[in-house]
Structure formats: C-alpha cells, structure tokens
C-alpha cells in the first residue's frame, strides 16, 4: 500500500534516484522496470541455453572406448545429428550390422571414412531456368476446359 511518507531511493536499472511511496518499490518507472523484467528473462534463456550446450557437448565416456556404437553413439562421435547417420548408412557410406532391430557400427569404420577422405570441395549455385512460358486467365480456360470461378 502507498503512503503519505517519501523514501529517497536510488532505481536498480538506470541508477536514478527518485521518491518512493512503498518501501518495496526499486524502479523509477514502469519503462525501467520492464527492462529489467526483459533483461532477467534473457539471461535466463542465455544461461538454460549454455547449459543445455555444455550438456550436449561433453562427450560420453562410453563411447571413446566401447568398440561398437548405436547410432546414436555415432552422431555424437561425429557430431552431426542421428538423421544423418541413418542417412549415411542408407546410403552405404558407413557399414553397420543389424540385430533383429538394433543397429551396431563397428568404430574402426567410422574411423575408415577419414583414411578416404577427399579435400572439402565448394559446391556450386545451380542456376536457375527463367520461365518463358505465360498465360493469360482465358488461355488457361481454354487450355484445360476449366471455367473462371475455378482459375481464381
């Protein structure tokens, strides 16, 4: 509740001092104090994102030395995501062996690819084709039989 008393206070976001009617009050104003709301939920996401990053990105102490890794196991060995090693293995760039459901890749053939690797080669924009061919709303009509509720 407010009150007839004036407690000088100093704003925790911009360092301006300024009246207070509450003792709980720490914002010079509404502006400041919807920065300061911004600024702690960015943080917020800032820090859940580094540890989500720091959770990701510690390698797993079983897959440095286990000799047949998942899929899984993989694409964190690789570091790419296990679409893509799903997508390697249809395509027969790595060999995997299958147990009813459960698919091992042996490490020595990962570790293969990078014996016959080639250098990094930048791939070119496709170009493409302009369109030549245009149609007006009645040629279409006529083309395919088609009325002019349909066209629209």
């Avoid at 920065?35 to 989500?52: C, G, I, N, P």
């Avoid at 459901?101 to 990094?120: C, H, Q, V």
Wanted: positive net charge; proline residues 3%; charged residues 30%.
């Amino acid at each position: 509740m407010s009150s007839n008393i004036e407690i000088k206070k100093k704003c925790r976001w911009c360092c301006n001092e300024f009246i207070a009617r509450k003792t709980t009050t720490e914002f010079c104003s509404h502006r400041c104090s919807n920065l300061s709301y911004k600024d702690k939920k960015r943080r917020e996401k800032v820090s859940a994102f580094e540890k989500e990053y720091a959770v990701q990105s510690q390698q797993d102490p079983q897959i440095e030395t286990c000799e047949f890794l998942t899929p899984t196991g993989a694409a964190k060995l690789l570091g790419v995501c296990r679409a893509s090693v799903y997508n390697y293995l249809a395509d027969g760039m790595i060999v995997s062996v299958r147990f009813k459901g459960k698919t091992l890749i042996r490490r020595s053939d990962i570790e293969k690819l990078f014996d016959t690797a080639s250098p990094y080669v930048k791939r070119h924009k496709r170009e493409t084709t302009p369109i030549t061919e245009f149609y007006t709303t009645a040629e279409v009509e006529e083309k395919f039989g088609v009325s002019t509720s349909w066209v629209f």
